[in-house]
């Protein structure tokens, strides 16, 4: 019974935050953000309320951090770029390179 | 592959070897930049073309290959400031990647997630995805629609960590700019990874 009533405040207080707080759509905007500049004092809280109680948004500032992370592993990887994935030279452009360096003046 | 002989100052290098020799190191990292097959043929066509120039000036320190991805560098940056400067931004540029569809509900929550957009729980890892040679085909898919600026500007930014203002002076943005397409980037890439990488990793 406890438990119940306890749910039910919790779940009142997040519906009465989280029609204060900016709205998703205001705050993955700030998430972005956050990767680029330092956030106000305001800013950071806001967000911090708003991670609390909504988990997309929670998900969304996670996927963006692997979004970056990822990449520049990628990047980090590129002593070994031979040995990567990516699309060597072609034949032809092969080709054209060398014709085109064996007559560098015209 | 060993290094070749470092030929003598005076004499010129043989270039048909340097073509064989980094051709197709120097290619993959202009196309993982720039993703399209003629424009990083066209940087590293400069890049030897420079490097052929400056070759005197090559004191021999260091390798060939740094000296080369160092030249490198600047072609490609060079070709982001070609595009973007051809086109001052528009007022509406990329606008409809501000996805308002995702933040479009019909009940009270109109400006939250849509459910049909919200993201959800991806269960990855930055080194797993990075030894996926399909999730990069993914990504730079879903990079492809973005307008030409904002993709550039992600890519300095992500892959080459440049800060706001090298970003600003190349792409001709100010910082303002740059944030907002950053956002568009982000938000239209991650959804586009959900639809086309994680949705299917889960079903197939």
Redesign the interface.
């Known amino acids: 019974m406890a438990l119940k009533a306890y749910d039910k405040i919790k779940h009142a207080v997040r519906w009465w935050l ?1 029609r204060r707080l900016p ?4 705050t ?2 700030v998430i ?2 956050s ?3 330092r956030l106000s004092l305001w800013e950071r809280i806001t967000v911090k309320l708003h991670l609390w109680i ?1 988990l ?2 929670v ?2 500032l ?3 951090h ?10 980090a ?2 002593p070994n ?2 040995s ?7 034949a032809e ?2 080709e ?3 014709l ?3 007559q ?1 003046n015209d | 592959m060993s290094e070749p002989q470092r030929t003598p100052k005076s004499q010129s290098p043989d270039f048909s070897a340097w073509v064989d020799l980094h051709g197709d190191y120097l290619y993959k990292y202009a196309i993982f930049r720039l993703r399209d097959g003629s424009a990083a043929e066209d940087c590293v066509q400069e890049t030897f073309l420079a490097a052929l120039k400056a070759y005197r000036g090559f004191e021999g320190r260091g390798s060939e290959r740094t000296w080369l991805v160092g030249i490198l560098k600047h072609k490609v940056t060079d070709h982001f400031r070609r595009v973007t400067r051809e086109a001052p931004i528009g007022e509406t540029e990329g606008e409809e990647f501000e996805h308002n569809e995702f933040f479009t509900r019909t009940d009270e929550w109109n400006n939250h997630w849509s459910n049909a957009y919200a993201p959800s729980d991806w269960h990855a890892t930055p080194s797993e995805l990075v030894e996926r040679s399909d999730f990069w085909k993914v990504l730079n898919d879903c990079l492809s629609p973005l307008p030409e600026r904002t993709a550039s500007a992600f890519t300095l930014r992500e892959v080459d960590g440049l800060t706001s203002e090298q970003i600003c002076e190349a792409l001709n943005i100010t910082v303002n700019n740059l944030w907002v397409m950053l956002h568009r980037a982000r938000l239209h890439l991650r959804n586009c990874l959900e639809i086309n990488w994680f949705t299917k990793e889960t079903t197939d």
């Open positions: 989280l709205t998703c759509k205001q993955v905007k972005s953000e990767m680029e500049r909504c997309w948004c998900w969304y996670e996927h963006l692997l979004m970056r992370n990822t990449i520049r592993s990628k990047a990887q590129e770029l031979d990567s994935s990516l699309p060597p030279l072609s452009a092969r054209r390179l060398k085109r360096l064996s560098p």
